[in-house]
């Protein structure tokens, strides 16, 4: 049976864990080790490291922290941000990163969706969409530069560009949701699925149980991505997985 996966995200700057975390037997609260090794422990399914460091010195920081992970992690975990050439995947890839998650660099150069499937396989690259809601209500645009730039494209055209290129994952990312706590966006997500054959992970609105079962049942997203909620303690994977199998949804469970 086909399960769904249950993804915590961590936003990386400069080698720590940005968001608070205030976990018991965490001594060091922003190590993204640490914190992955207790979300792997916990139960996760996968997990998502976002570099949001900006500059070029720290780059060679999340290669590390990266293969500091590697060695403690047995589940699959993806890496993003900033990544904008072939030779930043490898180095990402090779440090023992099992895909990595491509946004605004895939908006300005299509190419490396397709050379990056070419060289390391569909499945290791994750197309990340920050996706709202035109005024008009007609449809969804895609922004870029952690969406702060509206590129005009249409999310659902790009993301189905984004496949045929050989994008073997979507990571979606509603903007309208984002940090409101009132749930996933189902049409969004329920959209994107009618229109390509890869998974799709839904990101952006989580704020209880309910959500996840709704993601899953009326979605139909593959994996779910939250951040704040598990990071502050206020749902652990167990609860969530707990309640998924409770009410049908296939989980895998430790």
């Not at 936003?11 to 720590?16: I, L, T």
């Not at 299509?110 to 996706?131: H, M, P, R, T």
């Not at 994952?169 to 054959?197: C, H, P, Q, R, W």
Request: glycine share 12%; net charge negative.
């Amino acid at each position: 049976m086909h399960t769904k996966r249950i993804i915590p995200c961590l936003d990386v700057r400069n080698g720590s864990v940005v968001k608070g975390v205030n976990f018991i037997g965490i001594k060091e609260i922003g190590d993204p080790v640490q914190l992955g090794e207790y979300y792997y422990k916990q139960g996760a399914d996968e997990l998502v490291f976002l570099d949001i460091t900006a500059t070029h010195e720290g780059r060679g920081i999340m290669e590390k922290v990266v293969e500091r992970v590697a060695e403690k992690i047995f589940i699959p975990f993806t890496v993003g941000g900033g990544i904008s050439s072939i030779d930043d995947i490898r180095r990402i890839l090779r440090a023992g990163a099992d895909k990595v998650s491509l946004n605004s660099a895939a908006v300005k150069n299509k190419n490396l969706i397709s050379e990056g499937a070419a060289y390391f396989g569909s499945q290791c690259i994750v197309l990340a969409v920050d996706a709202k809601r035109r005024i008009d209500n007609s449809g969804w645009s895609v922004f870029v530069n952690g969406g702060r730039i509206d590129t005009g494209i249409d999310a659902l055209e790009w993301i189905k560009e984004g496949v045929k290129l050989g994008a073997g994952e979507i990571l979606l990312t509603s903007m309208d949701a984002d940090g409101t706590k009132d749930g996933f966006d189902i049409e969004l997500t329920k959209k994107v699925n009618d229109i390509i054959n890869v998974p799709v992970i839904a990101s952006g609105g989580c704020g209880s149980l309910g959500d996840f079962k709704d993601i899953f049942k009326d979605g139909r997203a593959d994996a779910a991505l939250a951040a704040s909620l598990f990071h502050y303690g206020e749902l652990t994977i167990n609860e969530v997985k707990k309640y998924l199998k409770e009410n049908n949804v296939a989980v895998r469970t430790i």
